[in-house]
């Protein structure tokens, strides 16, 4: 490449490097206000994502060949600038980037852990709609999450997948990589012919050359970058769909067919179960990725199709469905939000129980709430004892339990009214815990949920029943 990447002066990277470590990184940027900050003050996060700017839509053309596990890959942003920027920084951990371009023209580029900072030729002004593209390659890292999960780019017997929450997504594609930051996705992969490549949303079709396959993929609504996914391998991929219409595209690896048939023959149910409780589907298609996953031993809500390590248990299958609606749809505005996508994930579960002659609701809670031990007590669902946390039994089961004492509270009309509006109020966008508790407080006035928040969600330790 002619551009050779710059340097940040020491110093200046050192005291970056110290603020980002004891604080959150602002998105606030520099003292001059001109570079994009890296990170947007994620509680638990403080690297992930990137401040000024916002990306719409991401380009994503990979090709991999699981042999050699390179993978080669371009990725076009299409972003606005939310302020003057002179420089921009984008996620990306591991791969050697072999080229920036802002608008087509050569940019100046610099990396520095997970932090890829491009500078234009020239500065991008404030609402200005630009495309950054980065050409990249290599062997993508596995990366341990705080909590020891391994995500990212993850070798299988027979291909890959490309998976992870919450900061998977940065070992397979630059960008910004936090949830407040959702974009459209075109992703096409590229593999050696015989073998296939699953993603989001809904195909745009495949072609051969040269004894390698190219699928396409689409994902038209704003999406998080964890919610993104690519698996390869040896699938069967079918197409059916819901009495409804909605597409339902299942590739499950062929060793596992038999045992998830079944279970996966009942994702229309469970879409119109959920249809019925939730509000319509948020998205244009489903359906679900099962894999034996090499390194990822947890199943996750990947957007359309979400993933499973082996055959779900019909539990499981309804808890990643729910997640299109309580995390895909509506997506937590930091990590520290979490609860919002388990806890509601969670009680779905319980709700499919109940309607399907298993325990209430009610008896799940009773059950919890005398259980010894105090796993689910160790911290409020709403405030994580830390990045390590993000996805312990607190956030889960508490923040279930959080919803089913909203329950008690209204009766179950109001409360079926209110998961409904939810949804609808914040589809296709972000939402924070305080975003919640005014909208129950809004849907039911003269209510009072003060204990309820204070205790269930924000308190430390088993809260008394009333
Ligand atoms: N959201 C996933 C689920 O459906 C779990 C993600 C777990 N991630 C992790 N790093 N432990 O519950
Ligand atoms: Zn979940």
């Not at 916002?54 to 699981?66: G, I």
């Not at 900061?167 to 593999?191: E, L, Q, R």
């Not at 469905?321 to 509506?330: C, E, K």
């Not at 129950?440 to 928040?453: L, N």
Request: aromatic content about 10%; some cysteine; charged content about 25%.
């Amino acid at each position: 490449a002619e551009s050779a990447p710059f340097r940040l002066p020491r110093l200046a990277a050192v005291r970056v490097l110290l603020v980002c470590a004891l604080t959150a990184c602002g998105g606030g940027g520099g003292v001059d206000g001109t570079p994009g900050g890296t990170g947007v003050r994620d509680p638990y996060f403080p690297k992930a994502g990137n401040g000024g700017y916002d990306v719409a839509h991401y380009a994503l053309d990979l090709s991999y060949t699981p042999g050699s596990r390179r993978l080669t890959g371009t990725a076009t942003l299409t972003a606005r600038a939310t302020r003057d920027l002179s420089a921009l920084s984008l996620d990306l951990k591991g791969l050697d980037v072999g080229r920036v371009t802002v608008d087509g023209r050569e940019a100046r580029w610099n990396r520095a852990g997970q932090e890829l900072t491009v500078r234009p030729a020239d500065d991008l002004g404030e609402g200005r709609t630009f495309r950054v593209t980065v050409r990249y390659s290599g062997v993508p890292e596995t990366i341990t999450d705080p909590d020891g999960s391994a995500e990212g780019w993850l070798p299988t017997a027979d291909g890959a997948l490309a998976l992870g929450e919450p900061t998977g997504s940065m070992a397979w594609f630059p960008g910004n990589h936090h949830p407040s930051d959702k974009a459209s996705y075109d992703i096409s992969v590229t593999v050696p012919r015989g073998l296939r490549a699953v993603s989001n949303g809904e195909p745009r079709g495949e072609t051969s050359a040269r004894g390698r396959t190219t699928f396409r993929w689409r994902a038209a609504e704003p999406m998080a970058s964890y919610a993104a996914t690519v698996a390869i391998g040896d699938f069967a991929v079918r197409r059916t769909t819901t009495g409804e219409g909605l597409p339902v595209y299942v590739a499950v690896d062929p060793r596992q067919a038999a045992a998830a048939r079944a279970v996966l023959a009942r994702i229309p149910d469970v879409v119109e179960w959920a249809e019925d409780l939730f509000g319509p589907y948020p998205f244009s298609s489903t359906g679900a990725i099962v894999d034996r996953a090499g390194d990822a031993g947890y199943a996750l809500e990947t957007r359309d199709r979400p993933f499973f390590p082996g055959a779900p248990g019909p539990r499981l299958l309804v808890h990643e469905l729910a997640h299109q609606w309580y995390g895909n749809s509506v997506t937590p505005r930091t990590w520290r939000d979490t609860w919002l996508n388990e806890g509601f994930a969670t009680y779905a579960e319980w709700l499919w129980e109940e309607d399907h002659g298993g325990d209430t609701a009610q008896e799940i809670f009773d059950a919890l709430y005398a259980a010894p031990g105090d796993r689910i007590w160790a911290f409020p669902p709403a405030r994580p004892a830390g990045a390590a946390h993000l996805f312990d039994p607190p956030v889960y089961q508490r923040g279930a339990m959080v919803l089913h004492r909203i329950r008690q509270a209204v009766g179950d009309d109001a409360f079926r009214a209110l998961l409904r509006g939810w949804a609808a109020e914040h589809r296709h966008g972000n939402a924070d815990t305080g975003d919640f508790t005014a909208y129950v407080e809004k849907s039911a006035p003269g209510e009072d949920f003060g204990a309820i928040w204070e205790e269930w969600l924000y308190g430390e330790g088993r809260p008394k029943l009333p």
